[in-house]
């Protein structure tokens, strides 16, 4: 704190010199720090100007960017959703068509040739679902092999335990809500010449966790052998076919259900960093009308110091006068 202190005559100590001297210092110092901040748009530029705003404008900002990865991870989780349940609702529009397919067989008034045509066209759709099944691949998986499971880290907790969510495709996931076992045990028909590892050929000759449930048998109905097409077994083929239908609707509701949590997740996450951006820019960004004011404010101090440190070196001069 400068004091002032008169004493002139003693011209070997020009204490209002060194004080105006002092002022001008400190005011071209806040000059340097306003144009800086001004200049770069931040209040904080090193951990001097705000010891603990330093500190906690870091561990934001290393916050929000995990939540930014935790987002892209989201969006990966959504991808592998999204592959899956197009798949599916490809697949359920073929079996429907199967489905429909078996029930026109059922018809009295249709001849052999023509249920044996229906069953070979059923058989196409088939192959077709095999090929969906076999084509679903994110990340160099296969999603409808039955074994399929990842966890996607979502989001962590202030002690930084990871949160995650898991995309579980397996067979024996009890989400699916089957009576008949987990789905995902898509096992159609090889879809031409090729079979995938666990699809091609149908585990314990069921589709769709449904028993008995052979896609491959619609091949085999013909003229002297109808099948599952015969009158005797069509009932039970189409039971089948609806509870295998209904089966893959309950993995497609699954997925849905994820894809939800996951929309809402992704929600979250968007909000919290803008809010932690907002935070950030509370404690290190600079108020530029209030740097302003506070560099004119400088500007004029230094100024003024400048004249006094001038009038105060022209005081010696006035005791030079004595010796004349």
Wanted: proline share 2%.
């Amino acid at each position: 704190m400068p004091f002032a202190i008169a004493g002139q005559a003693r011209i070997r100590t020009n204490t209002p010199a060194e004080n105006a001297y002092n002022a001008m210092d400190i005011a071209g110092r806040d000059i340097s720090l306003r144009q800086l901040r001004l200049s770069t748009g931040k209040r904080i530029n090193n951990a001097a100007d705000d010891v603990a705003g330093y500190i906690t404008s870091r561990s934001l900002t290393a916050r929000n960017g995990a939540l930014n990865a935790c987002k892209l991870t989201v969006g990966d989780a959504f991808n592998v959703c999204h592959v899956a349940m197009d798949s599916l609702e490809s697949i359920n529009g073929l079996m429907i068509l199967i489905k429909d397919a078996t029930a026109q067989a059922a018809s009295g008034a249709l001849g052999t040739d023509e249920k044996v045509a229906l069953a070979k066209a059923s058989y196409r759709l088939a192959q077709q679902i095999q090929t969906i099944a076999d084509s679903t691949v994110f990340g160099g998986r296969q999603l409808l092999d039955t074994v399929f499971t990842a966890n996607f880290i979502i989001g962590y907790d202030a002690k930084n335990t990871l949160l995650s969510l898991t995309v579980d495709m397996r067979e024996e996931n009890t989400e699916f809500d089957i009576n008949t076992g987990g789905l995902m045990n898509v096992n159609a028909v090889p879809s031409e010449s090729t079979v995938m590892p666990g699809l091609g050929k149908p585990v314990n000759n069921e589709f769709c966790a449904i028993p008995g449930l052979n896609l491959e048998d619609l091949y085999l109905v013909a003229m002297d052998d109808l099948g599952i097409f015969h009158e005797d077994r069509i009932g039970t083929t189409m039971t089948s076919l609806a509870n295998a239908i209904q089966n893959i609707n309950k993995t497609a509701t699954y997925l849905g259900g994820i894809s939800n949590r996951l929309t809402s997740q992704e929600e979250l996450l968007k909000n919290q960093i803008t809010n932690y951006n907002a935070a950030i820019s509370r404690v290190e960004d600079a108020d530029v009308a209030k740097e302003q004011l506070h560099l004119i404010k400088s500007q004029f101090l230094q100024q003024t110091s400048i004249i006094s440190l001038a009038q105060a070196n022209q005081n010696p001069n006035a005791f030079m006068k004595l010796f004349n």
